[in-house]
């Protein structure tokens, strides 16, 4: 199971996929291994789309995602696919889109500018704001965004990881204009209207699950209008028609996506995990702001993410030195994103609040060596 600042074997690390609660982890390797029935148990090794494993999994997961976000069963599709939000860059244009018609992008970071290039390809994209010049430090306001007139959708990154903005508040819709986000990194660690959304898309690794799993949510009465040249496993009528099990479905990873939902619904739900989180994004950023710019957020405190935390130092010596320390005590991979360098402390559901203080403490006691 996987973490993000791995403080010794307890905590995780910015770039790596989020970890699961500890408390889950003793709970799998119970139901694992001492199920009743042997095919749930043998989940990883028999996953065979015919098998009941695919079955049991997939069924014990679906009703879940639909408590947590409210999804209008009756209206939405909960779908379980593989591939990546990468992959979504494409189904998303291919299934709600003509080759010819408008689609709206609102580039705020590396995540919505690869998901517009890919549209490219598939419709007539076009940006309708782009928070490069600034760095990627910020985000739109309503007024900001040159929407098109006619547009199938505008399509938006919920929270970009590199950068670390979050919207607080999402655009408005022109008209009949579709609005369509990746919440990849901050799915289920606050509590989302659903019902502004015609497509959510999310990969599970931040917040719910390993890798390998794409959590889709998509407006019934939008399936069945796929571009004819769309590949047969990103159409997704045909995953709903089969209930994502068209092929051999990824259910040793969505089981364990149920049980991060059980543990989700059992202590508070997204209420309580967006309470837990603004909590310890305040522990950080409150060390940040107060360290008399020995520490510097590049990022609009109005926009600032919940779940990834940019942050620079006086020189990439300093920051190395930094990163070297924080490595020492367990915390590792803190450096930045190659395009942006820097330190960046990825702090998903799972990381504890003694994660971030543990983190907090070092940057105290980093500044005071090197102040005094």
Known sequence: MATSMHLQSSFLAPRNPAHQASHVSPSFSLRYTQNPNPGLSRVAFVCN?????????????????????????????????????????????????????????????????????????????????????????????????????????????????????????????????????????????????????SLIYAGAQKNIGPSGVTIVIVRKDLLGSAQPITPVMLDYKIHADNNSLFNTPPCFGIYICGLVFDDLLANGGLEAAEKRNIEKAKLLYDAIDGSNAFFKCPVDKAVRSLMNVPFTMATPELEAEFIKEAAGQGMVQLKGHRSVGGIRASIYNAMPKAGVEKLVALMKAFQARHTS
């Open 49 to 197: 789309r015919p098998s009941d494993a695919a079955r049991i999994c997939f069924e014990a997961s679906t009703s879940r995602p639909l408590q947590l976000e409210r999804v209008r069963h009756e209206l939405d599709g909960v779908l379980f696919l593989q591939g990546g939000a990468t992959t979504q860059f494409s189904s998303a244009p291919l299934n709600l889109c003509n080759s010819n018609d408008s689609a709206d992008y609102v580039v705020t970071g590396s995540w919505s500018d690869k998901a517009f290039k890919e549209g490219q390809k598939y419709c007539n994209a076009k940006v309708v704001w782009n928070g490069k010049a600034a760095k990627y430090t910020g985000l739109p306001s309503q007024g900001d965004l040159s929407l098109t007139p006619g547009a199938k959708f505008l399509h938006i990154c919920a929270n970009e990881t590199i950068h670390g903005v979050e919207f607080k508040d999402y655009p408005t819709p022109q008209g009949e204009t579709l609005l369509i986000a990746d919440m990849s990194s901050n799915f289920c660690s606050k509590p989302v209207d659903v019902s502004k959304f």
